[in-house]
């Protein structure tokens, strides 16, 4: 978890995201809707954005795991949080952490994604506040700035 | 995060007894008393406010309270704007402390576009109060002359030299309390050195790396996670209950006291695998269905909550409707739309004795602290309602049922209770905004000069009910229904349903006389800042240049509401299989002196397509007191792919006071569509939300709901 080697009672019931946010206090992680449909919880799962509400806690098994508390490291925001601060991406934020992490695994995967790219692999988060508009610039940004992996996300 | 509670809230406690010293240290405190507000620019709605109060340490450190609440508008950071510049600090020195009822100032609540309006004269006055007595102090210190002082950059120092005293020290063994009047002199517009430029939010880097605690986020040592019963049909009541299978289980505390009945446990997962034993038999009111709708809300006249309704009349409109050269009579329909907050409701609640402590969404905390206190037969000072940054509200988190309900269960269980409700909790749960019809009727002269105007509209409400077309004949009025679904307040209120219906109407008398919409417009408006926002939003868009082809369209639609002015200009292209693409919006606004720029430009960019949503595709679906599409599956939002070209245009009027941003500019995107997609095809929609199935309808009755 994070780069920590974690150990967790797995269960077929309890999702991820229960076991973030009620046994291992990542909070970071929101909960937004509970069907995978809003992308709130989105974290890393061996470098994959995964919904964390939709993977069972059983499915977890040797994996590395990265939530948005793991993704500035060395106390340096990464190009996507830092692109975020910089244009004002977000209003009320609960939506950033999953805006955060699924941009930053596609900035990994595709480093200079054209802006339908960017609107595509992120049709699947839902912001309710700020009109997508600085987002998709937010995210356009980073990729100028270079993104890079984060150490610790596998 | 929390700060040290006090004996008794401040706002309940005299000025004088209040131990500012004891919990914030020693220093400078500046506290402007409540007052009634006479601001008659904000559109005829004036709650009243509580005054505010700032406290400056020996360490530098600014505190200043509001009773305001920060749900993502930005408020926190506008108002911290406010402070820095009339104390000359930097930004990054002042703490705003906000919605927390033990510490704040009594505030009515975060609605109405009132933050800009009421709270930021206040903090500006008792700021400008601080800096006027640091000078003061620094004069008497220094025996030097006063008028040879100024205020900079944190320290007190004399014209022309760069070394001052910083205002850290200026208080050093203080304990002084200055009571000041909203006369203090302030900064003017003018001569704003940090508000109205570009600035950052200070607290930005906690939500890009999560730590940020929202009201969900709030953890408590030794926690339980709550669950509540809700009646399965709207109006339905509990007959009758079987909790024996509940009762059984361990680590599980059951409330039951009277309709609630609800449930703690270790878990969210446990405490609803508790509840799910919960035999419970109900008795259920007939509701309508959406097929009954229209005559259930003519026949049904009702009042509710604390909304207003209205009644104008001057002239003779039934005379100069029979006397126009053109009429125009139609109604126009809304749906019940849901304000989907992306954080659901949310409170966590905490007992120390009889002292009690919850955590919760809200945005009016001092509500809040009424509902819980007086459900419980408590003393309102024996409450505290802090509300945490909240994952937005949109006038869809009034009040305080979750936090009571935590109260209530973490009273039982001796344990602080969280209390999260699920998505689809909140979509049955909270409350819609109301579904409307309204009738309109307009004479006018073959040159397009409005001669006769009657409005009436059911079930919208209020705001934005008086149009800001002076037409010398006009009856006005509006009145409220009962509902078979929970409906409430909504960002902008009536004002996106109100404005609809008008500015589609005004277009329908362009139409029939074959004047350009915005020639219509021009003949009719008075309003000069009206015209500046309508003509700065027709040259953006190239409104004189536009080309006729087949399938596009442009629509044009202005908006006058709590102090601000929009002008929204839609372009729309409706394919042959009647899909419809938003090409662009301009949004041309202007809310008096800009204050956050950026910020005003995101909520203008925000606002515009959560009003696209409404206007395009959102409804919530009900039968017999269920909502029937109660999942973000079910229920679309806007997503990135319906995110069109979006421009904005400010207007700077630092000569003006400054109004609200938060709802004003969604009210004119509704009608712009509309009149965009009549524009491009023919079809005039007179129901939101506009789009059948994804397509535009091929006639008016298919459409909508």
């Known amino acids: 978890m994070n780069g920590q080697p974690t150990r967790v009672t797995r269960s077929p019931e309890r999702s991820l995201l229960e076991l973030l946010r009620f046994e291992l206090n990542l909070v970071g992680t929101k909960y937004g809707c509970g069907e995978g449909e809003c992308g709130a919880c989105t974290v890393l799962i061996d470098g994959n954005p995964m919904r964390s509400c939709q993977v069972h806690t059983s499915e977890l098994d040797g994996v590395h795991v990265v939530t948005v508390e793991g993704l500035a490291t060395g106390g340096s925001l990464n190009p996507v949080q830092r692109a975020f601060v910089e244009l004002g991406a977000f209003q009320c934020g609960f939506c950033t952490p999953g805006m955060v992490v699924r941009a930053t695994a596609l900035l990994r995967r595709n480093p200079h994604p054209s802006e339908s790219e960017v609107r595509e692999e992120l049709e699947g988060n839902v912001c309710r506040c700020c009109g997508y508009a600085r987002i998709l610039s937010a995210v356009l940004r980073a990729s100028e700035f270079g993104a890079r992996t984060p150490p610790g996300d596998g | 995060m929390t700060l ?37 620019n904000a559109g005829g709605w004036s709650p009243p406010t509580g005054g505010a109060w700032i406290h400056l ?58 933050s800009m309006a009421d709270a930021a004269p206040a903090l500006r006055s008792v700021a400008a109060g601080a800096r006027e007595a640091l000078l003061d102090r620094a004069a008497a210190r220094r025996t030097a002359e006063r008028e040879r002082l100024e205020a900079m950059e944190g320290t007190v120092r004399v014209r022309g030299e760069t070394q001052g005293v910083p205002y850290g020290e200026l208080v050093r063994n203080l304990r002084e309390l200055v009571t000041v009047g909203p006369a203090v002199p302030v900064t003017p517009p003018q001569a704003w050195q940090q508000a109205g430029r570009p600035a950052v939010d200070p607290n930005a880097e906690e939500v890009v790396t999560g730590r940020r605690t929202y009201t969900s986020d709030v953890r408590r040592p030794g926690m339980l996670y709550g669950a509540v019963l809700h009646a399965p049909l709207y109006g339905a009541r509990l007959s009758r209950v079987d909790l024996s299978s509940v009762e059984k289980r361990a680590g599980v505390h059951l409330v039951h006291d009277g309709e609630f009945v609800g449930v703690a446990a270790s878990s969210p997962r446990e405490a609803h695998a508790a509840l799910g034993e919960v035999r419970a038999e109900w008795e259920a009111t007939p509701q309508p269905g959406e097929p009954e709708i229209e005559q259930y809300l003519r026949t049904h006249p009702s009042t509710w909550d604390d909304w207003d309704t209205d009644e104008n009349r001057t002239g003779d409109p039934e005379a100069a409707l029979a006397a126009a050269a053109v009429t125009v009579e139609q109604t126009y329909r809304t749906a019940y739309i849901a304000h989907s907050p992306l954080e659901t409701r949310s409170a966590v609640a905490e007992w120390e004795g009889s002292r009690l402590t ?142 609809f219906a008008r500015e589609s109407a005004i277009d329908e008398v362009a139409a029939r006389l074959g004047i350009d919409p915005l020639l219509v417009r021009e003949r009719n408006l008075e309003d000069a800042r009206l015209l500046e926002v309508l003509h700065r939003a027709a040259d953006k868009a190239g409104w004189a240049g536009r080309t006729r082809q087949p399938g596009r369209g442009y629509g044009l639609a202005v908006g006058l509401e709590k102090g601000g002015r929009v002008a929204t200009i839609a372009e729309v292209t409706v394919a042959s299989d009647r ?45 017999g007191g269920r909502i029937l599409n109660p999942r973000f599956s079910m229920y679309r939002v806007p997503r990135f792919s319906d995110l069109p070209r979006v421009e904005v245009l400010m207007v700077d009027r630092k000569d003006l006071p400054s109004a609200g941003a938060g709802e004003t500019p969604m009210i004119a995107v509704a009608p712009a569509l509309a009149n965009a997609i009549f524009d491009a095809t023919g079809i005039r929609l007179r129901s939101l939300p506009l789009l059948s199935e994804g397509k535009v309808p091929t006639t008016e009755s298919s459409s909508g709901r």
């Open chain 2, 4 to 40: 040290a509670r006090p004996r008794r809230p401040w706002d309940r406690t005299p000025a004088g007894e209040r131990e500012y010293f004891d919990l914030l240290g020693e220093g400078l405190v500046v506290l402007l008393p409540p007052r009634q507000p006479s601001d008659s």
């Open chain 2, 57 to 114: 340490g020996s360490d530098g450190k600014v505190r200043a309270f509001t009773g305001k609440v920060e749900v993502g508008q930005g408020t926190r950071t506008a108002l911290a704007l406010v402070v820095a510049e009339e104390l000359r600090v930097s930004l990054r020195q002042v703490d705003l402390v906000m919605g927390d009822t033990d510490l704040c100032p009594w505030d009515m609540g975060t609605f109405g576009s009132r």
């Open chain 2, 358 to 499: 919850v955590w919760v969404g809200t945005q009016t905390p001092f509500r809040a602290r009424e509902h819980v206190a007086q459900a419980l037969e408590i003393p309102l000072e024996d409450v505290r309602v802090i509300a945490p940054y909240t994952g937005s509200g949109f006038g869809g988190k009034h009040g305080g049922d979750v936090a009571l309900a935590a109260a209530r269960l973490a009273r039982a269980a001796g344990r602080p209770v969280a209390l999260d409700f699920s998505r689809e909790e909140e979509f049955r749960y909270g409350y819609a905004r109301p579904s409307a019809l309204i009738d309109v009727k307009v004479g006018a002269e073959k040159d397009g000069r409005l001669t006769a105007w009657v409005f009436h509209n059911v079930n919208a409400g209020a705001a934005a009910l008086l149009s800001p077309y002076p037409v010398p004949n006009q009856k006005v009025d509006n009145e409220l229904s009962a509902s078979p679904i929970p409906q409430g307040s909504y960002r902008a209120l009536a004002a996106p349903a109100n404005n």
């Open chain 2, 579 to 623: 899909s419809l693409r938003v090409d662009r919006l301009v949004l041309a606004y202007e809310c008096g002196a800009i204050v956050h720029p950026e910020n005003l430009r995101s909520q203008i960019e925000g606002a515009a397509v959560m009003a696209l949503g409404g206007a395009l595709f959102e409804a919530v679906h009900f039968e």
